[in-house]
């Protein structure tokens, strides 16, 4: 199954299992990742410090431990970094993330989206094995733990962006910053 683990037989919240986070700041941005040593757990994007992280890692690992750790965090931090940079580089990030075997299906379909490209739910519905689940893959996508890591922002409305858990302008920041449009927050190219 590739490098992502996949938690749908067993709630993997009921198991005792150390979780490490860090927060840092980078290209006007609060990064939160999260990562146990099986994979990456979480990552959230923020224009403000203010967020929900720290209640949305509890509330998907009530019986972790939850260590405040840069070390266990490297690997997705250097993703991050590179990314927000603009670089276009291959994401093999293993996967520690509690989802059912459709939105699996949706998150695999989403990371085989061209970076600087863009597909629209209903593409993704397709490719997911679920042709008439539009609206299905909008809210897998929506409940998406791994922002970049699994580019649900590529996947967007037939008539405009459609939504983003991260906020709208969120989603036009990283589709403008794969465009080269790293600076404005204006009008990108939707998919067909």
Partial sequence: ?????????????????????????????????????????MVKLDFDRENSFMTELISSAPNAELIEDRTHNEGVIGIIEAYLKGNNLAINVPWDINVSPFMYNVYRSACTIPYG????????????????????VGQALKKNPLV?????????????????????????????????????????????
Avoid at 172 to 179: G, H, I, K, M, V
């Fill in 117 to 136: 490209e863009t597909k629209t739910y209903k593409d993704v519905a397709f490719m997911a094995g679920t042709p008439k689940g539009a609206r299905a």
């Fill in 1 to 41: 199954m590739d490098n992502y683990q996949l938690s749908i037989i067993n709630d993997q919240r009921t198991i005792q299992k150390n979780i490490y986070y860090w927060e840092f700041q980078r290209r006007g941005l609060s990064v939160h990742v999260a990562s146990s040593h099986r994979g990456a757990v």
């Fill in 148 to 192: 970049i890591l699994i580019p649900c922002h590529r996947v967007v409305a037939v008539n405009g962006l459609g939504g983003f858990n991260a906020g709208i302008d969120m989603k036009r920041y990283l589709l403008n910053l794969e465009q080269g449009e790293k600076k404005s927050v204006g009008r990108i190219n939707y998919a067909t």
